[in-house]
Structures are given as structure tokens and as C-alpha cells.
Nanobody, 128 residues
Framework: QVQLVESGGGSVPSGGSLRLSCEAT????????MGWFRQAPGKGHEAVASIERDGSADYGDAVRGRFTISQDRSKNTLYLQMNNLKPEDTAMYYC??????????????????????RGQGTQVTVSS
């Protein structure tokens, strides 16, 4: 089992920045994929970014160029640096993790089941 705890959410004006963190505990040595997805009120889950163990990253079209995903495996911590935030970025942000498989991490994150492990989420609110 892997447990994930997000932090760093908050309320910022449009154009502002936030940095989300996600600490993983448990059988973290088995984790290959980590990533972020979000859910806005009344909408479904939207993949935001994923990162492989080797550091290769993928991003959703809505955040590419504004968000940066990174990881510190020595601390079992995942980060999401969010710059130039827009009101449409307002959502609950969730951290996810999964094992090594035959699929790339982005394909898993955007697939019907998403990642195996998920945190409880941290709220991001961007005002216009």
C-alpha cells in the first residue's frame, strides 16, 4: 500500500503562483508513476501532469507551459509548480501514484481507471 498526502493549496489572484506538494509513504519503492489530476465543481477528473521514475514528464494541454511537475525520490515527495494561474484552474487537485507497467505514466493517468493510489486532495482557488 502507498499513502499520499497533498499540501500547498490555497486562494490566489489570477496570474499568481502556487506550489503543491505530495508526500508518499508506505511501499514507495514499488512506485514508478506519479502525477496530478484535478476536478472542478460539476466536472470530471482532468489529468494535469505525470512523471516517470526517470523524470520524464507529460502535461495536459491546458497547463503545458505554466505548470511544472518534479519529484524528489529521496524524500518520496512530488511537486507541482503552478505559475500564471487562471480562474479555470480552480479545482481540487489530487496526487496519484502507480506501479511499473507496460503503459507510460501519462497513458495510465488519462486512462479510464487513472492511477491506483490517490490522495485526499488540496483545493486551489484562483480569483479573477
Amino acid at each position: 500500500q502507498v499513502q499520499l498526502v497533498e499540501s500547498g493549496g490555497g486562494s490566489v489572484p489570477s496570474g499568481g503562483s502556487l506550489r503543491l506538494s505530495c508526500e508518499a509513504t508506505g511501499y514507495t519503492s514499488t512506485v514508478h508513476c506519479m502525477g496530478w489530476f484535478r476536478q472542478a465543481p460539476g466536472k470530471g477528473h482532468e489529468a494535469v501532469a505525470s512523471i516517470e521514475r526517470d523524470g520524464s514528464a507529460d502535461y495536459g494541454d491546458a497547463v503545458r507551459g505554466r505548470f511544472t511537475i518534479s519529484q524528489d525520490r529521496s524524500k518520496n515527495t512530488l511537486y507541482l509548480q503552478m505559475n500564471n494561474l487562471k480562474p479555470e484552474d480552480t479545482a481540487m487537485y489530487y496526487c496519484g501514484a502507480d506501479y511499473l507497467s507496460s503503459y507510460q505514466c501519462w497513458a495510465l493517468l488519462t486512462g479510464p481507471a487513472g492511477f491506483t493510489y490517490r490522495g485526499q486532495g488540496t483545493q486551489v482557488t484562483v480569483s479573477s
